[in-house]
């Protein structure tokens, strides 16, 4: 068993203890009706945006990775082969929705941020949320997944297996996204508030097929890279047995 998944499953877990430590804690100096109006805004879609699902389900799978690593050292039971179905959870949410869901967040959020933040993280939020916490939630994931990615071998299921997952997750999140508008009468994102209803549902078309392509970019890196350790590998035991 390599050490390099241990290593970085460790780090990562200790990272979101302590960021989750001091980001719950943003805001609390301040009494909530001196808050700024923006601030407050965001504050209260923070269950509903898309990058706080993510650090979510991303804290909660490197907490599994590093709990299913010290099942292996201890060599612990595997009543109902429960360590190899627990990785072929672990497998399933890395492919189907952390990956994807983590290169769009990042890629998608520093996009907008440079051509306008105002639409997406105005510059107010900075008095509330300090800048390391900004890149904790929309750069370091990124460097967190490829790692995961190149140092974990996960077994990817079969594009129609991720797909349906992938739509599942799309559905539950386009659920409460629509959910919230007809609710509160407004967008989780101020940026849809700047077009007309039929415009703003193109747009989440949009970005919703933009999610889906980064599915198939994390299954080509995957094939890619793998691929070339599985022939190495074939290559070494061809060697030894000739």
Known sequence: MSVYPILLHAGACLWYVFFWNNFLNNGSGKKESDWDPRYRDIHEMGTRFLTNWNLFIQ???????LFHDLMKILNGPNWLKLGSKFQTILSLSFSSILLPTGIFVCVTFWAMYAYDREVIYPKIVDNYIPYWQNHGMHTIILP???????TTRHKFPSVTASMSIFLGFG????????????EKGRWVYPLFGLFSFPISLGIMAV???????????????????????EKKRHRKSVKKSS
Do not use: D, P
């Open 171 to 182: 559905i539950c999140y386009g659920l409460v996204f629509l959910g919230t508008y007809v």
């Open 207 to 229: 970005l919703f097929f933009k999610l889906m392509s980064f599915l198939f970019v994390g299954i080509f890196i995957q094939n890619m890279y793998w691929g070339k350790e």
């Open 144 to 150: 967190l997944l490829l790692a995961e990615l190149f």
């Open 59 to 65: 804290t909660l799978f490197f907490g599994g990775c």
